[in-house]
């Protein structure tokens, strides 16, 4: 018992100093790239990883709604009117590259086609499992491809971030950046206050990712109002992007990699022709309506909202058309996955 002990204690250090490195690297979300790396790596060799309670990680979603509220300025508000209605078709795009990925993925893998396309939907990991017993679909299924997706999003995305090469010299909003240049104290309190109520709300009301989405519908009119929201002291975001790491990585676990190994190599080529489909999506995008290819490479990214928009909070993309796509996405998927899912029948090979 001591030595699982040592050795909890041990990953917990190793993914926080990873964590810490990653930062130090200025990779775009460093923190939740360096601590989901090493919670993996625990996991699938130690079969241990750094503890994060279910409150920690509504904590550290929170945070990062918190943070993004400071990205709604009057300018990004008019580059989110300008975009609106390619926007939307970006939304239904990327949904259609999902279901399309999870149907070929079936067919060629001889998978149950609501496992695989609740495994492949971009709609929130925990939440697609969720749903996975309601409709008759494989859970373990469902969060191998879930998370094996979301892990190739995130490397794929802080690669992108690094490549563009546009990192800002601060990731998070400082108080003296928000309006009416507050006191650090008084930003640091309002946004403290916003994420609190915000996630507590989104948590309660059910909202997808309430705890993340609570904090921004929340702070976006108060941000308006000009009220000073989304500033931080200074590694409080970075110890967030830590906890979203350590649960994404987590979800691996050594015996059930093993007993799933016949699919393993379906998840990464579904998960990689996912990531494809969609760079194609924002390219098109990009070259139809002049919007910069950062913003709706990150946009149309089939990863968490949460994942993606922290690690779009390192580079220059608009955030605002980034939340807007994302956000929308995860709703539609909430609206239609259910109706689609009963419609479609278990495969006779699964």
């Known amino acids: 018992m001591r030595s699982r002990t040592r050795r909890v204690v041990a990953v917990s250090l190793a993914s926080l100093l ?7 690297a200025h990779l775009p979300a460093g923190a939740l790239l360096g601590s989901m790396l090493v919670s993996i790596a625990a996991s699938l060799t130690l079969s241990v990883h750094a503890p994060l309670p279910r409150g920690g990680l509504l904590v550290a979603q929170s945070v990062l709604g918190g943070a993004l509220c ?18 939307l078709a970006a939304v239904v795009g990327v949904v259609a590259v999902a279901q399309g990925v999870a149907l070929v993925c079936a067919r060629l893998g001889h998978l149950d086609p609501r496992t695989a396309t609740l495994g492949l939907m971009p709609g929130g990991a925990s939440a697609m499992v ?15 491809f879930q998370y094996v997706r979301l892990c190739i999003v ?24 928000l309006p009416g240049s507050p006191s650090p104290l008084w930003a640091w309190l309002t946004t403290a206050a916003v994420s609190a109520v915000g996630g507590v709300l989104g948590h309660y009301l059910k909202l997808p990712a309430g705890a993340f989405l609570g904090p921004v519908l929340l702070g ?42 016949r699919v393993a190599h379906v998840a990464l080529a579904a998960s990689v022709a996912m990531v494809l489909g969609c760079l194609l999506l924002a390219w098109g995008w990009s070259a139809a ?11 149309t990214s089939p990863g968490g909202a949460d994942s993606v928009l922290a690690i779009a909070l390192g580079t220059r993309a608009t955030l605002s058309v980034v939340l807007a796509v994302q956000v929308g996405r995860v709703l539609l998927i909430f609206l239609v996955a259910p109706t689609l899912l009963r419609r479609l029948s278990p495969s006779r090979d699964a």
């Open 18 to 24: 990873a964590a810490g490195l990653a930062e130090l």
């Open 70 to 87: 400071s990205s709604f300025t009057p300018e990004a508000w008019s580059a989110l009117a300008d975009n609106w209605a390619v926007s």
């Open 130 to 144: 969720a749903l996975s017993d309601e409709l008759g679909a494989d859970a373990r299924l469902v969060t191998l």
């Open 154 to 177: 995130i490397l794929v995305a802080v690669a992108v971030g690094r490549w563009a090469g546009d990192t800002p010299e601060v990731a998070v909003a400082r108080a003296a950046d």
């Open 220 to 261: 976006i009119p108060l941000t308006a109002m000009g009220l000073p929201v989304g500033a931080w002291p200074p590694g409080v975001l970075a110890l967030g992007l830590w906890a979203l790491g350590v649960r994404v990585g987590s979800q691996f676990d050594a015996s059930a990699a093993r007993e799933l190994k």
């Open 289 to 299: 309506a002049g919007v910069d290819l950062i913003t709706t490479y990150f946009a």
